[in-house]
């Protein structure tokens, strides 16, 4: 089975810009979440997403969005970067058919905001 | 609000000498618990995850963790530290019922000399 897989791996853009991220969870999941990593503020949850709905989020300003398709494919969103949005984002898929679930988390996309 | 502390930013062993990274959480029940892996530019992986029942878990290669409720700790051990266990250890608590989100400690960064 593969796993989750993000798009693009690596992304440059400049301050004031916009960037979407993907993310292709494991077949058969239907949560999906999003996290940013640096190395200030350490692993933060952004947002996940279950069945096309916004499940919970994390504390973030709004420039930050995402959505999730039906086929359970998500992306985010964020507007008007920021130097301090440099970070690995990492999305993560789990199966959530329990209460004993186990997040899988893709490769990440390195952005750098110049 | 869950929170997870791992007190070792830096860990260095000699290859083939025992690890023990250790791990508290403060959650007013008991928690999820997670070890994840992170190798450099790379996501994380999940190394074990304690649920209920036995509180000596074991996971993928090699580790084991021990849930302690007495001391709210989940110390990750190896008898045996490889040289490709080079990386980023993470540990993270999740809430008991509804949604499970995870939330991280800082890590720890173990630096296997040979």
């Known amino acids: 089975k593969a796993g989750v897989t993000q798009t693009p791996r690596y992304l440059i853009k400049t301050r004031g810009q916009q960037v979407t991220l993907s993310c292709s969870p494991i077949s058969g999941h239907r949560s999906v979440s999003w996290y940013q990593q640096t190395p200030g503020q350490g692993l933060q949850f952004l947002f996940e997403?279950?069945?096309?709905?916004?499940?919970n989020k994390g504390n973030f300003p709004g420039r930050f969005s995402g959505r999730q398709f039906s086929n359970s494919r998500s992306e985010m969103n964020v507007s008007t970067l920021e130097l301090g949005d440099s970070a690995l984002y990492l999305c993560a898929s789990s199966s959530d058919t329990g209460r004993q679930e186990t997040q899988y988390f893709g490769p990440g996309t390195r952005l750098l905001v110049l | 609000a869950q929170s997870v502390t791992q007190p070792d930013i830096h860990i260095t062993v000699s290859e083939g000498a025992s690890l023990e990274l250790r791990c508290n959480y403060s959650y007013g029940a008991t928690p999820y618990l997670f070890w994840y892996v992170q190798s450099p530019g790379q996501g994380l992986q999940l190394l074990l995850k304690y649920f209920s029942g036995d509180t000596l878990v074991q996971g993928i290669k090699g580790f084991e963790a021990e849930f302690k409720r007495s001391q709210s700790s989940f110390n990750l051990r190896k008898p045996s530290v490889h040289w490709s266990d080079a990386a980023e250890y993470f540990c993270a608590v999740g809430a008991r019922g509804g949604s499970y989100i995870p939330t991280f400690g800082r890590g720890t960064s173990l630096i296997v000399h040979p």
């Open positions: 997403y279950f069945s096309e709905t916004q499940r």
